[in-house]
């Protein structure tokens, strides 16, 4: 269902998949630590088992108990959140082996959208990837977005986003794994 994000606040997202905007495309994402739906949003895309999700936050204090930061990260994630920078860190045990695709490490990002902010500030950190089927372009404009709206609890509208891909940055191995806007 196409919800705004005040009537979203009032929803229960356990057991629910939500399509949201970011500052970069639209995402769907759940709670992070609702592994079920982890599962259904793999399967939703057709997405490998092997590829792991990130996780998005509001601030720091909600990223604390999910990813070890080094001073690296730390550094980074004051000059350039929020924004387009998916930070690597060491995950800690509340992270899901399902969403990190089995690695010990977790993409982490602050986004720079109210309406993600929102749902981070009120729901807690979630789990996320971008909207797209797994090969496919990455989804920029509502109307594609709408495309999703049967295989979703809630898609909440944002308009047409900025097209831009965040930086995904190693901060335990001190490398660029994929160029974005931010640069390092």
């Not at 509502?142 to 909440?156: N, Q, R, S, T």
Request: some cysteine; charged content about 25%; overall charge negative.
């Amino acid at each position: 269902m196409i919800i705004k994000i005040d009537a979203l606040l009032k929803e229960n997202l356990r057991g629910k998949i939500i399509v949201f905007p970011t500052d970069t495309v639209y995402g769907i994402g759940c709670l992070f630590d609702d592994i079920e739906m982890i599962d259904r949003i793999y399967q939703l895309k057709a997405r490998d088992y092997s590829k792991p999700m990130a996780v998005l936050a509001r601030d720091l204090d909600q990223l604390a108990p999910l990813v070890q930061m080094n001073d690296c990260f730390i550094k980074l994630a004051k000059r350039h959140w929020p924004g387009a920078l998916t930070l690597i860190g060491k995950k800690t045990e509340q992270v899901s082996y399902l969403a990190t695709a089995n690695l010990e490490t977790v993409g982490v990002r602050i986004p720079d959208h109210q309406i993600a902010l929102k749902i981070l500030e009120h729901f807690g950190p979630m789990v996320t990837t971008s909207l797209n089927q797994t090969g496919e372009e990455a989804i920029y404009k509502l109307e594609d977005a709408l495309m999703y709206l049967d295989k979703v609890d809630f898609l909440i509208p944002g308009g047409n986003l900025k097209q831009l891909a965040s930086t995904v940055y190693d901060t335990l191995r001190l490398q660029v794994l994929r160029q974005g806007d931010v640069v390092i």
